[in-house]
């Protein structure tokens, strides 16, 4: 049987596989489907400092490849988090040691966000904080700490000097070059690189002249998005030393190898769960298998082994933004 474990930022999981945020509610909820231990990692909602009763309705649509949300944030708060939530959450990680559990967190300031980490940082149970920088359903969309490095390093910074849990830092593909936003997260201190979150996208009721969602465009997410995502853990990858948290259309084996191939040392799983909410339950055996039927080679061995020529205009060697034509 293939050997699964990895290192992620000093922590050993016991396979690759996490949750991803805002897929699985914050963990607990889907115990009756899938099993604390058959996942790496299970990574929770946003956490805001306050309540958040996310946008308005409609802010679901379904898409021929996925679907597109403008769930805005709705969480209960840190404070319905830290009393209600996490008693369960750490319950289950008490009994399953090898997988982590990871908060994800988002502000709307650097401070924040620190906050944020300093009134988790004594919890002990939780393994990681994950920090949101990029959710396209706040602020406008406008994504203040995942379009400009400085801005997402002062973040991760200044989480950095209140905790010295792992931090994975969750980027943006909404912008020109990932890599250089990925650069000023581990600049700031992350420890991680959770690449990437969900593209802007929109869809219309023609017939109505509306969209369909209420805040116009949303986050597109699912099969049709992994390509993107892809090349953006690769670019990432070729970054920055820290590890990769590949994240956006996985639904199999076969793809959690791709992104392994461009470098991640892990990935997150979320809107296949919605379709089948037992995937993730289901996946790592798939994965044991497949590395079997390819030679049973620990999964370790197979993260970075993509090789791109040279002359490609995309390797991060070279200075151009944008292939040749």
């Known amino acids: 049987m293939a050997d699964l474990s990895i290192e ?19 963990g607990v909820e889907m115990t009756p489907l899938v099993s604390f231990e058959s996942l790496g990692g299970w990574v929770s909602k946003t956490v805001t400092a306050q309540p958040r009763a996310g946008n308005a309705m409609p802010r679901i649509h379904e898409t021929a490849a996925g679907f597109l949300n403008s769930i805005g944030l709705e969480n209960k708060g840190i404070d319905h988090y830290q009393e209600a939530t996490l008693p369960s959450v750490l319950a289950e990680r008490a009994r399953h040691p090898h997988t982590i559990v990871v908060t994800n967190l ?14 988790l940082d004594e919890v002990e149970g939780i393994d990681a904080f994950e920090i949101n920088l990029s959710c396209p359903n706040v602020d406008g969309g406008k994504l203040p700490y995942s379009t400009d490095p400085a801005r997402a390093e002062e973040v991760m910074a200044g989480v950095r000097r209140v905790t010295q849990k792992p931090l994975f830092a969750k980027v943006s593909p909404n912008v020109t070059r990932v890599d250089e936003i990925a ?38 997410s699912g099969a049709g998005v992994m390509p ?17 948290i590949g994240c956006g259309g996985i639904r199999s084996a076969e793809d959690v190898m791709e992104f392994v191939a461009v470098g991640c040392a892990a990935v997150q799983v979320g809107t296949a769960s919605f379709s089948d909410p037992s995937c993730l339950a289901r996946m ?5 298998d497949l590395l079997d039927r390819e030679g049973g080679r620990p999964l370790s061995e197979w993260v970075g082994t993509l090789e791109v020529p040279p002359q490609t205009p995309w390797r991060q060697t070279q200075e151009r933004q944008t292939p040749g034509c």
Not at 284 to 288: H, I, K, W, Y
């Open 8 to 26: 992620l930022a000093g922590l050993r999981l016991a396979n690759p596989l996490l949750s991803a945020s805002g897929t699985f509610g914050h």
């Open 106 to 119: 988002g502000g709307h300031t650097a401070e924040e966000f620190a906050q944020l980490a300093q009134r």
């Open 183 to 220: 650069k000023g997260c581990e600049a700031g201190g992350a420890d991680a690189i959770t690449a990437c979150n969900t593209l802007l996208g929109m869809a219309v009721d023609w017939r109505r002249g509306r969209p369909r969602l209420a805040t116009g465009a949303g986050g597109y």
């Open 228 to 244: 993107v995502a892809l090349r953006c853990a690769w670019q990432c990858a070729q970054a920055v030393a820290i590890p990769i």
């Open 284 to 288: 790592g055996q798939e994965l044991s």
